[in-house]
């Protein structure tokens, strides 16, 4: 039999999920067909951790599910938090057992079976100012921390002198401390973590479309029976019906909840909380630091070249879209970090700032809503089903809970979550890929040191991402002034990983928005005209793309001066939206 070279894949049918997840335009266009033709088990609303976490337990379990997302994926709260998979050092203070033990199993699975090419251990320096109980104090604390949730890939606490506090941390002030502890948490970088996810459940069939904002609820008799859907780059709506709908809105549950026309069993409040990004050789430290504030605690968290620094948490009443920085917030930080620090950071030497709200749960309104876990669940309408609260670490719990909450109104018996057994996409083949990493560069000409970043980034999909260079080395090249990130990965990021715009490449698939002082204007027009052909922009659309760009750059700067939140909201929320038809707020 005559075989053809390079014969052109079958097409895929709807029984066939794409391989690795992929999510591009094709996968789009298909998507929308698939959201008005099929019933499924399970529509979730929201493209956060807790909604592709939903997705992908549902998928998993055998169901067929949705996830429709308003804008891009990760782009509310998962992207914009401190980065940590953690037990929470300060729900331990609170007696909160549990949650810590729970959080630390979750960190634990991530770190070895779920997501190892994503979440890597990163350490802290507790320093202790307190000659008397500080030290014993922390210790049982830590000692805790240290044993619970089962099996532990990452160094127990070690009790340091002033001394050997700073010889791990020389930037500190030599009378901010009189000794240390250094111990261990696990971080990653939540808005690719998020999208991983969002692909792992499109790899095992769910329909996962983003710019597909939900504008209305189906009801057949008193039960909701679906969503209706936008798609908010060129209006075409259409009604997706499901036996079950899950709210996973975070901080926009509350407007959900009103569209749906049903009483909520909870409601959420937004906290915000800020960090800055500064370069790595302002703070001499081989070690991240946890300081305590007067509230709360403030972090000081390694990341590639740079460290990050955070958090507020102050109250937000205003758009939830665009929590805006205010120069009061940064301020704060800066006192918090400089009152240790021997050589004090100032706003000049600030790359990024980014600012993100808490979904906390503001009280519960009727004994059927089950609150655990610092999440709430609960079936608040025949067919609907809301999740909200918890945080970044405990999402696959929560994606679990979610979906067992909505069991009653599914056909048939489900099965048990299964997701602590499934890996992420680009986790298969990891560490071979690791122990490889030079062979790998020199058959692409890279440097090893660069493969191992692209490791981090995708694991085993890297090979995808350099396959795309194969006809064409010039993408092997670095972004224009972005240069730790190759061209190559804002061609995959379009083609892959679901982005639509130029926002959606510079903010989340890269941080090229907080990692470089210029937040990206320098790289906007390269990065557009790299994706246009993906995405099928002309000359006009290019422009229109870096506009928005640099106009939400130019508001955020310009938010970062404003001595309040009013005023920095209204500076921000003038900036124009990439997504054309989105309509805020929904209801
Ligand atoms: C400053 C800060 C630091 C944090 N640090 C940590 C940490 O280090 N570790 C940790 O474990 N947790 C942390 N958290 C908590 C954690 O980030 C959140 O709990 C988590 O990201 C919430 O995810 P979510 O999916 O509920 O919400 P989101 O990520 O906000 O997702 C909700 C999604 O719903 C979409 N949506 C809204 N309306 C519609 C609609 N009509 N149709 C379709 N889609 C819609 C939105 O666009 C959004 O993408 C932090 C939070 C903050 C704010």
Same mark, same amino acid.
């Given at each position: 039999?005559a075989t053809?070279?390079?014969?052109a894949?079958?097409?895929?049918?709807?029984?066939?999920?794409?391989?690795?997840?992929?999510?591009?335009?094709?996968?789009?266009?298909?998507?929308?067909?698939?959201l008005?033709?099929?019933?499924?088990d399970?529509?979730?609303?929201?493209?956060?951790?807790?909604?592709?976490?939903?997705?992908?337990?549902?998928?998993?379990?055998g169901?067929?599910?949705?996830?429709?997302?308003?804008?891009d994926?990760?782009?509310?709260?998962s992207?914009?938090?401190s980065?940590?998979?953690?037990?929470?050092?300060?729900?331990?203070?609170?007696?909160? @057992?549990?949650?810590?033990?729970?959080?630390?199993?979750?960190?634990?699975?991530?770190? &070895?079976?779920?997501?190892?090419?994503?979440?890597?251990?990163?350490? @802290?320096? #507790?320093?202790?100012?307190?000659r008397?109980?500080?030290?014993?104090?922390?210790?049982?604390?830590l000692?805790?921390y240290?044993?619970?949730?089962?099996?532990?890939?990452?160094?127990?606490?070690?009790?340091l002198?002033?001394?050997?506090a700073?010889?791990?941390?020389?930037?500190l002030?030599?009378?901010a401390?009189?000794?240390?502890?250094?111990? #261990?948490?696990?971080?990653?970088?939540?808005?690719?973590?998020?999208?991983?996810?969002g692909?792992?459940?499109?790899?095992y069939?769910a329909?996962?479309?983003?710019?597909?904002?939900?504008?209305?609820?189906?009801?057949?008799?008193?039960?909701?029976?679906?969503?209706?859907?936008r798609?908010?780059?060129?209006?075409?709506?259409?009604?997706?019906?499901?036996?079950?709908?899950?709210n996973? &809105?975070?901080?926009?549950?509350?407007?959900?909840?009103?569209?749906?026309g049903?009483?909520g069993r @909870?409601?959420?409040?937004?906290?915000?909380?800020?960090h800055?990004?500064?370069?790595?050789?302002?703070?001499?430290?081989?070690?991240?630091?946890?300081?305590?504030?007067?509230k709360?605690?403030l972090?000081v968290?390694?990341?590639?070249?740079?460290?990050?620094?955070?958090?507020?948490?102050?109250?937000?009443n205003?758009?939830l879209?665009?929590?805006?920085?205010?120069?009061h917030?940064?301020?704060?930080?800066?006192?918090h970090?400089?009152?240790?620090?021997?050589?004090p950071l100032?706003h000049?030497?600030?790359?990024?700032?980014?600012?993100?709200?808490?979904?906390?749960?503001a009280?519960?309104?009727?004994?059927?809503?089950?609150?655990?876990?610092?999440?709430a669940?609960?079936?608040?309408?025949?067919?609907?089903?809301?999740?909200?609260?918890?945080?970044?670490? &405990?999402?696959?719990?929560m994606?679990?809970?979610?979906?067992?909450?909505?069991?009653?109104?599914?056909?048939?018996?489900?099965?048990?979550?299964?997701?602590?057994?499934?890996?992420?996409?680009?986790a298969?083949?990891?560490?071979?890929?690791?122990?490889?990493?030079?062979?790998?560069?020199?058959?692409?000409?890279l440097?090893?040191?660069?493969?191992?970043?692209?490791?981090?980034?995708?694991?085993s999909?890297?090979?995808?991402?350099?396959?795309?260079?194969?006809d064409?080395?010039?993408?092997?090249?670095?972004?224009?002034?972005?240069p730790?990130?190759?061209?190559?990965?804002?061609?995959?990021?379009?083609?892959?990983?679901?982005?639509?715009?130029?926002?959606?490449?510079?903010?989340?698939?890269?941080?090229?928005?907080?990692?470089?002082?210029?937040?990206?204007?320098?790289?906007?027009?390269?990065?557009?005209?790299?994706?246009?052909?993906?995405?099928?922009?002309?000359?006009?659309?290019?422009?229109?793309?870096?506009?928005?760009?640099n106009?939400?750059?130019?508001?955020e700067?310009?938010?970062?001066?404003?001595?309040?939140d009013?005023?920095?909201?209204?500076?921000?929320?003038?900036?124009?939206?990439?997504?054309?038809?989105?309509t805020?707020?929904?209801?």
């Open positions: 039999m053809r070279k390079n014969a894949a079958p097409p895929q049918t709807h029984a066939e999920p794409p391989i690795t997840g992929r999510l591009g335009p094709a996968e789009r266009e298909e998507a929308w067909q698939r008005a033709a099929e019933t499924f399970l529509v979730v609303i929201g493209g956060g951790v807790v909604g592709v976490g939903a997705a992908l337990d549902a998928a998993t379990r169901l067929r599910v949705a996830l429709v997302e308003a804008r994926l990760a782009s509310g709260t992207s914009r938090s980065k940590l998979f953690h037990g929470g050092l300060r729900y331990l203070e609170q007696l909160e @057992f549990g949650l810590v033990r729970e959080a630390l199993r979750e960190r634990e699975l991530m770190l &070895t079976r779920l997501a190892p090419h994503l979440v890597k251990p990163v350490s @802290f320096l #507790y320093p202790l100012s307190n008397l109980w500080e030290r014993p104090y922390t210790a049982a604390g000692f805790l240290d044993t619970m949730g089962g099996a532990r890939s990452v160094p127990g606490q070690k009790h002198t002033r001394a050997g700073l010889r791990l941390v020389p930037a002030k030599r009378d401390l009189i000794g240390g502890i250094r111990y #261990y948490d696990a971080q990653a970088d939540d808005a690719r973590h998020t999208m991983m996810v692909r792992t459940a499109a790899h069939g329909v996962v479309r983003t710019s597909t904002q939900v504008v209305g609820f189906l009801r057949e008799a008193d039960r909701v029976s679906g969503v209706r859907v798609d908010v780059e060129d209006g075409r709506e259409v009604d997706v019906r499901a036996h079950a709908v899950i996973a &809105t975070g901080v926009w549950t509350d407007e959900l909840q009103r569209l749906s049903s009483r @909870f409601r959420v409040r937004a906290s915000k909380g800020v800055i990004v500064v370069p790595r050789d302002r703070i001499v430290a081989e070690s991240g630091m946890i300081l305590r504030t007067e709360s605690v972090f968290i390694p990341w590639r070249n740079h460290w990050i620094v955070g958090t507020t948490d102050t109250d937000w205003l758009d879209a665009h929590p805006a920085a205010t120069k917030d940064i301020d704060y930080i800066l006192e970090v400089n009152s240790v620090l021997a050589t100032t000049d030497d600030i790359e990024g700032v980014y600012a993100g709200l808490r979904p906390l749960l009280g519960e309104s009727d004994s059927t809503s089950k609150l655990s876990r610092e999440h669940v609960a079936r608040v309408a025949p067919g609907l089903v809301a999740i909200a609260g918890g945080k970044y670490t &405990t999402y696959r719990v994606g679990a809970d979610a979906v067992d909450a909505a069991h009653v109104d599914l056909p048939g018996r489900i099965q048990p979550s299964i997701t602590d057994k499934v890996p992420l996409v680009g298969d083949g990891y560490h071979a890929l690791v122990n490889q990493a030079d062979q790998l560069a020199a058959r692409h000409g440097h090893p040191y660069r493969v191992r970043h692209l490791l981090d980034r995708y694991g999909l890297v090979h995808e991402v350099l396959s795309l260079a194969a064409n080395p010039e993408l092997l090249k670095p972004i224009p002034a972005a730790d990130y190759l061209q190559v990965e804002a061609v995959y990021a379009a083609s892959h990983e679901g982005a639509m715009h130029l926002e959606d490449v510079l903010t989340r698939r890269t941080r090229i928005s907080i990692e470089y002082a210029h937040r990206g204007v320098e790289s906007a027009e390269a990065v557009a005209r790299l994706i246009a052909p993906v995405l099928g922009w002309d000359d006009d659309a290019i422009k229109r793309e870096v506009e928005v760009y106009a939400r750059v130019d508001a700067r310009a938010s970062q001066t404003k001595p309040d009013q005023a920095a909201d209204a500076v921000r929320a003038a900036a124009p939206e990439a997504r054309p038809q989105l805020e707020p929904v209801s």
